[in-house]
């Protein structure tokens, strides 16, 4: 599941770097949003099916920073971002982005120097 993931995720960061390197207009993004929000929950399931408590918080995260970035974008004639929606992807943003920080710091610690950190 994690490399299914992933993989979707960092094909989507790289089109998205490069739309936006281009300055092309956000809206599709809101399509896009809809598909990564279902892997996302997918994620949830496998991941606390599978007793893998933390990486299933990870994809909770994602799930929310998807349902913001839907209601972030707004379809219309112009590509102006909502300011709730803005507000809380956002804050998905830093909560996930936080969490991973923290896992990563977590398991290179516990895997490479003996840490017994809690995940």
Do not use: C
Request: hydrophobic content about 55%; overall charge neutral; glycine content about 16%.
């Amino acid at each position: 599941m994690a490399a299914l993931a992933f993989t979707a995720y960092g094909v989507r960061l790289f089109a998205l770097g490069w739309s936006g390197f281009g300055g092309t207009d956000p809206r599709p993004q809101v399509g896009m949003s809809i598909a990564f929000l279902i892997i996302s929950i997918l994620g949830i399931i496998v991941f606390f099916h599978a007793g893998d408590h933390p990486v299933g918080g990870v994809f909770i995260g994602l799930t929310g920073v998807y349902v913001g970035e839907f209601l972030a974008n707004p379809a219309g004639d112009a590509p102006k971002l909502s300011a709730p929606g803005q507000r809380l992807l956002g804050i998905f943003h830093i909560g996930t982005g936080l969490w991973l920080m923290y896992l990563t710091f977590a398991v290179g610690l516990n895997f490479a120097a003996g840490y017994n950190l809690p995940l």
